[in-house]
């Protein structure tokens, strides 16, 4: 069974749907390590569940230091695949290198439309018609790796940020677990920056 690290910012509501998904027999992994870069309540969540968790403050260490103290948490954990669910930090190449073709980000947008932070937002204040949700590998470039899977949603006039998040957020929590549940099954095979997904 594939062991995942989940690395998180906030709430933790992606991972909570990851370890919904792994609880329920739909995706063959376990949650080997949730890792913070910051004091959050998705890590006092994975405390509470027993599972294995990694903090370090990023802003008082620096992100080099942070990752060579990730990276060590992460061969002490066995981990296979890492996730990235509401993270806010840039790794940097050397990390990203690392772990080719098993990281993964969820973002909230239409990549390559929106990337970077409030993805959400950004599309509202543009005057989008139209968003939705991608999970993609990462790569070195910003919300840039090759798209996994991707679903639309229209922006309803006169609907608040709060009401298209909660609409965005519904579409995260089935489309991460389902792009990792491919993954980890080795379905997903990547030729240049195409993700072809294999019958299964």
Same mark, same amino acid.
């Given at each position: ?44 969540? =994975?405390?509470?569940? *027993?599972? $294995?968790?990694? %903090?370090? +403050? ?5 992100? #080099?230091?942070?990752? &060579? !103290? ?57 005057? =989008?018609?139209?968003? *939705?949700? $991608?999970?993609? %590998?990462? +790569? ?5 790796? #090759?798209?996994?899977? &991707? !679903? ?49």
């Amino acid at each position: 069974m594939k062991r995942l690290a989940v690395l998180v910012s906030g709430r933790g509501t992606n991972l909570m749907a990851l370890d919904r998904a792994m609880r329920d027999g739909s995706m063959p992994a376990s949650l080997a390590l949730v890792g913070a870069d910051r004091e959050a309540p998705a890590l006092r969540w =994975a405390e509470a569940q *027993g599972i $294995t968790t990694f %903090f370090a +403050d990023a802003r008082r260490l620096g992100m #080099p230091a942070w990752e &060579q !103290e990730l990276l060590a948490a992460l061969e002490d954990a066995a981990v296979d695949a890492v996730v990235l669910a509401g993270f806010l930090r840039i790794l940097s190449p050397s990390f990203v290198e690392r772990f080719a073709g098993r990281i993964v980000n969820v973002h909230p947008s239409l990549l390559p439309a929106f990337p970077g932070l409030d993805g959400i937002g950004q599309a509202m204040r543009y005057g =989008a018609k139209v968003t *939705g949700v $991608t999970v993609h %590998f990462v +790569d070195q470039g910003l919300d840039a790796g #090759p798209i996994i899977l &991707q !679903e639309a949603l229209p922006v309803l006039g006169g609907e608040t940020r709060a009401e298209l998040e909660t609409r965005v957020h519904a579409i995260e929590h089935r489309l991460l677990p389902e792009a990792l549940r491919l993954l980890v099954l080795g379905r997903l095979e990547l030729e240049g920056r195409i993700v072809h997904i294999a019958e299964g």
